[in-house]
Nanobody, 124 residues
Framework: QVQLVESGGGSVQSGGSLRLSCSAAASLDETRSMGWFRQPPGSMREAVAAINSDGTSRLADSVRGRFTISRDYAKNTLFLQMNSLKPEDTAMYYC??????????????????WGQGTQVTVSS
């Protein structure tokens, strides 16, 4: 069973930065695709960024140019560097993983494995 544990959330002011981490207790074969998703208060879960095991990645339009996704394959840890944070980035951030290699569905909210989430709050 794939287990994902997020960390790094917190409260920052607008314009600040945070780095989220997601540690995967699983093999690389079980986590060929991994991603970050978020759920703002009262809203549905939405994609932020995702990456395949070959390094191909996609970012949502709302975070492109501000967020960067990366992965440490040796430690099977996923990262999300978030810069120039805005109040609208406030949400619970979730890490997700899939055994399948997602070619065109990296940002779809259909991953089978999810972490418990880490809260990010950005104040103006």
């Amino acid at each position: 069973q794939v287990q994902l544990v997020e960390s790094g959330g917190g409260s920052v002011q607008s314009g600040g930065s945070l780095r989220l981490s997601c540690s995967a207790a699983a093999s690389l074969d079980e986590t060929r695709s991994m991603g970050w998703f978020r759920q703002p208060p009262g809203s549905m879960r939405e994609a932020v960024a995702a990456i395949n095991s070959d390094g191909t990645s996609r970012l949502a339009d709302s975070v492109r140019g501000r967020f960067t996704i990366s992965r440490d394959y040796a430690k099977n840890t996923l990262f999300l560097q978030m810069n120039s944070l805005k109040p609208e980035d406030t949400a619970m951030y979730y890490c997700a993983a899939d055994r399948a290699w997602r070619k065109n569905t990296l940002l779809e909210v259909t991953y089978p494995y999810w972490g418990q989430g880490t809260q990010v709050t950005v104040s103006s």
